[in-house]
């Protein structure tokens, strides 16, 4: 790495999302039934589906409820939690491999 905020943010992302996700994962067992990776890819894909309506109305023109907007980007991080957890993915872990691999060089 060549850049010092890309440093510092590959830091920040790999020990500051482990403990949100293992969070995620103690709320989700607790609260839920278990479900498989499919059915949180799937829920991903939908809540993902949701925000991009809303920002799609707004492009046209149409008004949005900012609430409304915050609440489905909620939605798709809680999705994505899930995912990663089902599948038994580290995602700062995976999220900081990947700043690593895309920081630009010409920064």
Same mark, same amino acid.
């Given at each position: *790495?060549?850049? %010092?905020?890309?440093?510092?943010?590959?830091?920040?992302?790999?020990?500051?999302?482990?403990?949100?996700?293992?969070?995620?994962?103690?709320?989700?067992?607790?609260?839920?039934?278990?479900?498989? %990776? !499919?059915?949180?890819?799937?829920?991903?894909?939908?809540?993902?589906?949701?925000?991009?309506?809303?920002?799609?109305?707004?492009?046209?023109? +149409? %008004?949005?409820?900012?609430?409304?907007?915050?609440?489905? +980007?909620?939605?798709?991080?809680?999705?994505? *939690?899930?995912?990663?957890?089902?599948?038994?993915?580290?995602?700062? +872990?995976?999220? +900081?491999?990947?700043?690593?691999?895309? !920081? %630009?060089?010409?920064?």
């Amino acid at each position: *790495m060549n850049h %010092p905020l890309c440093e510092s943010l590959v830091k920040t992302v790999s020990e500051g999302l482990r403990p949100i996700q293992r969070g995620f994962d103690d709320y989700q067992t607790a609260c839920f039934i278990q479900r498989p %990776p !499919e059915f949180f890819a799937l829920e991903l894909c939908g809540e993902a589906g949701e925000l991009a309506n809303l920002e799609k109305k707004r492009w046209k023109g +149409a %008004p949005t409820d900012e609430a409304h907007v915050a609440d489905e +980007a909620a939605d798709v991080l809680i999705a994505l *939690m899930n995912f990663c957890n089902a599948r038994g993915i580290d995602l700062g +872990a995976a999220v +900081a491999g990947k700043l690593e691999r895309i !920081e %630009p060089n010409n920064l």
